[in-house]
């Protein structure tokens, strides 16, 4: 697989990032419930909706992170409209970061890393079953400029049942992940000093994500949680370094879903909700470069 102009997919991030000044994902979790009427007619509906999205932001955005349940809650056809979302992201020269959480061993974790990999840059990952569970997917990373992130320290609310529990030298276990995923990535090419080795952690948890970014400076952080569940741009993108790279903030229904479906002027307010919060991100990375 040829990699597009010779780059990771971490690497078009960062470009894309310094281009647009602020790092803000958008989240596609595709519900008709939510969309404007003229769009509910299924899959057909969810493609043109996609396709009006990125129409009307797609330059405000660095990287598409479409969520595979609610294309599969569709059937079959969901998974071609995942397939056609992938393709239009890709349209525009945008990373897809393909959140599938998916997670085994052996030959299944290979058809899994294959399979998502066909139409995702980057994926979401578990780790919990540990590093030969991660080899399949990270043989791509390595050979093919594709990238992971794995979950480390999640946004919900039931989060700290497994991954605050701590180990017999006091250390929680999103702790030991985010040192996992230093080590896969002194195993991996870097780029600006980092790996393609991700890490997940919430938005909610800023004195957590100040720690991971200190086990692990040579991740990409994907910070949850901003937005419907509680969390500000600025309080999170002190884990940006002076140079705005190393996180990057989804945003699902702050932008794709910030509108009565109802209201004829829906897509001003979309334009308006992702203006805003660029606008609201490049404010902490210009005061971070500032410091330096």
């Known amino acids: ?45 969810v493609r043109r909706f996609h396709s009006r999205l990125l129409e009307l932001i797609g330059d405000l955005v660095v990287a598409v992170k479409p969520q595979i349940a609610f294309f599969e809650a569709f059937g ?7 397939a056609d979302t992938c393709a239009l992201v890709k349209e525009r020269d945008l990373v897809v970061i393909g959140d599938v959480k998916r997670g085994d061993i052996g030959s299944t974790a ?15 990952v578990h780790p919990l079953l ?29 989060w700290s049942r497994f991954q605050a529990i701590e180990d017999r030298d006091g250390v929680p ?25 991700g890490a997940v952690v919430g938005a909610t948890h800023p004195e957590i994500l100040a720690r991971v970014r200190e086990l692990a400076p040579s991740a990409w952080l994907l910070l949850p949680g901003v937005g419907a569940q509680g969390a500000t741009i600025e309080e999170v993108l002190s ?3 002076t140079n705005g790279l190393g996180a990057l903030v ?14 004829p002027d829906w897509e001003t307010k979309v334009r308006q909700g992702a203006e805003a919060l660029v606008a609201a991100a490049r404010k902490p990375v210009d005061a971070h470069r500032s410091e330096d």
């Open 1 to 45: 697989m040829v990699r597009r102009m010779g780059q990771t997919a971490f690497e078009r991030i960062a470009a894309r990032v310094r281009d647009v000044g602020a790092p803000v994902v958008l989240g596609l979790d595709p519900r008709p419930d939510r969309m404007p009427p003229s769009f509910r007619d299924g899959v057909d509906g």
């Open 76 to 82: 079959e056809d969901g998974l071609r409209a995942w």
């Open 110 to 124: 290979e058809a899994y890393a294959k399979v998502h990999f066909r139409w995702a840059d980057i994926l979401t």
């Open 130 to 158: 540990g590093d030969d569970s991660i080899e399949p997917f990270l043989r791509p990373c390595r050979d093919e400029g594709k990238g992971i992130f794995l979950l480390c320290a999640t946004s919900n609310p039931g």
């Open 173 to 197: 276990l999103w702790a030991r992940i985010a040192e996992a995923i230093e080590e896969w990535n002194a195993s991996c090419p870097s780029h600006a000093g980092y790996g393609p080795v």
């Open 239 to 241: 884990a940006c370094d």
């Open 250 to 263: 989804p945003v699902s229904r702050g932008i794709a879903s910030c509108f009565d479906p109802e209201d």
